[in-house]
């Protein structure tokens, strides 16, 4: 199938063309930059009436920084940039990201863009959970001007977002944190190159003592229109030390927050059922990280 209803494509080379572009086609102009969800979106009847392509990667936004309070990363950067990142290859706190870009295939790491995979709010796709476990924000420019959306106020259902009708995303932010911080994120998939049965994302903060003073979870793959957080699994870790029988206790606790959905690579109840198992796997990645770090 293919998206034969599209007049014009175009290559803006500043945000206001983009903006002006926007607000010309409304609901029939799409953004797109590495372009790698479009084919899936087509196949499946999810596209319709798009009459404008709106290509972003002229806008010089696949850049990458580093300072003392935060890690910016442009909307049109690609997986294959990131995982050559050297704090995302050698930061605890950044390992849910190096984990989520370990998986994709070499074709789509070096297409697909940071900003596409949150744009296209699709609740199985990777990236996305693990800037939610490390508190991340959307930078998005439109024709109020520009602003940071977060992360967790950003999806709002299959698909869709807080973006407004002549905003796009331009980047993601992470609020650098202080002390022994370390993050992880595992995918159960069918293959290289399948998106998640579920995905699950965790930071953890320690204090001096060891004991967590902060801890952060979400869910992906099927668990909801949305990435879930799991404030029972959170609540369950923080103030204590994150040993086997926190991790444990942590499992039986995400339980009660997840109500995931049933399709043909998945039941329900097998998604609810790795729901545990993936999280204490992950806290145990996260948990080794620092201790590799001393």
Request: with cysteine.
């Amino acid at each position: 199938m293919a998206l034969t209803s599209v007049e014009t494509f175009y290559s803006p080379e500043d945000a206001k063309t983009v903006i002006a572009l926007l607000d010309k086609h409304e609901d029939s102009a799409l953004i797109v930059a590495g372009g790698t969800f479009l084919h899936g979106l087509v196949s499946r009847g999810l596209l319709s009436g798009i009459e404008a392509l709106i290509n972003i990667q002229n806008l010089g936004l696949d850049k990458i920084s580093v300072d003392a309070d935060k890690f910016s990363i442009g909307a049109t950067t690609v997986f294959a940039q990131l995982k050559a990142c050297q704090a995302v290859q050698e930061q605890a706190w950044l390992g849910a990201v190096k984990d989520a870009v370990d998986y994709p295939p070499v074709q789509i790491m070096n297409s697909a863009t940071v900003g596409g995979s949150i744009a296209s709010s699709c609740p199985y796709f990777d990236l996305p959970v693990s800037f939610l476990a490390l508190d991340g924000s959307v930078e998005a420019q439109g024709g109020n001007g520009e602003r940071t959306i977060p992360l967790e106020a950003f999806f709002s259902g299959l698909f869709e977002n807080a973006l407004e009708s002549n905003e796009f995303v331009t980047g993601i932010r992470l609020p650098v944190p202080q002390g022994a911080v370390s993050s992880a994120f595992i995918k159960m998939e069918t293959n290289a190159n399948d998106l998640a049965i579920l995905n699950v994302a965790v930071s953890l903060a320690l204090d001096e003592a060891g004991s967590c003073r902060q801890a952060r979870i979400f869910l992906g793959g099927g668990v909801g229109e949305a990435p879930v957080r799991s404030p029972s699994a959170e609540k369950v870790l923080t103030g204590v030390i994150p040993d086997d029988a926190a991790i444990e206790k942590a499992g039986d606790a995400v339980l009660t927050d997840v109500e995931p959905l049933a399709d043909h690579r998945a039941s329900a109840e097998y998604r609810r059922a790795m729901s545990k198992v993936l999280l204490q796997r992950a806290l145990r990645r996260a948990i080794a990280r620092l201790s590799e770090r001393g």
